[in-house]
């Protein structure tokens, strides 16, 4: 079960969104889009999303980036326990 909250700077939750999924299966955030138009309007517009790596698709950014939230969501997971050299080894340029 993958849980989407949205949080004010007040650090309220403000509404929920769950999603029952095979771990196999990229998780769609897309839906939690129509659950931002029922909050209360004296909240204010949500200008940014912070999700984990397994959420990225191009789909995914697409949607909040056409609804004009910038969404955070790293493209791809780092891998755990890498040997010493390898963690401060100089890293690539960032993608495009």
């Given at each position: 079960?993958?849980?989407?909250?949205?949080?004010?700077?007040?650090?309220?939750?403000?509404?929920?969104?769950?999603?029952?999924?095979?771990?196999?299966?990229?998780?769609?955030?897309?839906?939690?889009?129509?659950?931002?138009?029922?909050?209360?309007?004296?909240?204010?517009?949500?200008?940014?999303?912070?999700?984990?790596?397994?959420?990225?698709?191009?789909?995914?950014?697409?949607?909040?980036?056409?609804?004009?939230?910038?969404?955070?969501?790293?493209?791809?997971?780092?891998k755990h326990?890498?040997?010493?050299?390898?963690?401060?080894?100089?890293?690539g340029p960032?993608?495009?």
């Open positions: 079960m993958l849980g989407h909250y949205f949080m004010q700077k007040g650090r309220a939750v403000h509404a929920r969104h769950l999603d029952v999924e095979r771990n196999d299966v990229r998780p769609e955030i897309n839906p939690a889009l129509s659950d931002m138009s029922s909050l209360p309007e004296e909240l204010g517009e949500v200008e940014a999303i912070l999700a984990d790596a397994g959420y990225y698709s191009d789909s995914n950014a697409s949607a909040w980036e056409k609804a004009g939230i910038e969404p955070f969501i790293p493209p791809r997971r780092e326990n890498q040997p010493l050299a390898s963690r401060f080894a100089k890293p960032l993608p495009a």
